[in-house]
């Protein structure tokens, strides 16, 4: 049974830069797309951007000039990068893994997420 | 961007009866070469992370019981639950995975009457 784990500080402060990690266990990450997704309080989901085992990624334009994922297969993780976060970067945040082969599919398994809030 | 847009935001139905959630895109999901609508379903309970429900619109994922099916096609598409439990009770959204933007509706919450 694949299980994914978000880490990383629940506290960043204005202007500084949100990093987190999502460790995968119980599978391969190769051959897959993995995610971030995040869900401020009370509201819906957002998806932020896709990496492959390759390295390959994809943002949401409306994040891209701020994202960077980056994979480390050999530590079975990959991570999330978020520079200039505001109050409006506060969420839960997920990481998830996308059920094929390619990246039309949704999304099977689901971290636990983590809560970051953006406060001085 | 795709808009998903849900409807009706919160609903609240008897248990035992037929629950209803309705997902409608700003542009067609459905790939003609292959047939397939790009289309899934999550349900959220409190303080959990979405769990898949149905993908490819109408495809049950392992383990999620049959009371829960899926259809619709192009830009219209319903989630039902046939007779409604009490473990039910959650948030529910759409998701298009046909454009590589990736985008949610903004839920649907279902509770007991």
């Known amino acids: 049974q694949v299980q994914l784990q978000e880490s990383g500080p629940g506290l960043v402060k204005p202007s500084e830069t949100l990093s987190l990690t999502c460790t995968v266990s119980g599978g391969s990450m190769s051959n897959y797309y993995w995610s971030w997704i995040r869900q401020p309080p009370g509201k819906g989901l957002e998806w932020i951007g896709y990496i492959y085992n390759s390295g390959s990624t994809y943002y949401n334009p409306s994040l891209k000039s701020r994202v960077t994922i980056s994979v480390d297969t050999s530590k079975n993780h990959f991570s999330l990068k978020l520079s200039s976060v505001t109050a409006a970067d506060t969420a839960v945040y997920y990481c998830a893994r996308v059920h094929g082969s390619d990246y039309y599919n949704p999304f099977d398994y689901w971290g636990q997420g983590t809560l970051v809030t953006v406060s001085s | ?113």
């Open chain 2, 1 to 113: 961007d795709i808009v998903m847009t849900q409807s009706p935001d919160s609903l609240a139905v008897s248990l035992g009866e037929r629950a209803t959630i309705n997902c409608k895109s700003s542009q067609s999901v459905l790939f003609s070469s292959n047939s397939k609508n790009y289309l899934s379903w999550y349900q959220q309970k409190s303080g959990q992370p979405p769990k898949l429900l149905i993908y490819w619109a109408s495809t049950r994922e392992s383990g999620v019981p049959d009371r829960f099916s899926g259809s619709g096609s192009g830009t219209d598409f319903t989630l039902t639950i046939s007779s409604l439990q009490a473990e039910d009770v959650a948030v529910y959204y759409c998701q298009q995975y046909y454009n590589t933007l990736i985008t949610f509706g903004q839920g649907t919450r279902l509770e007991i009457k």
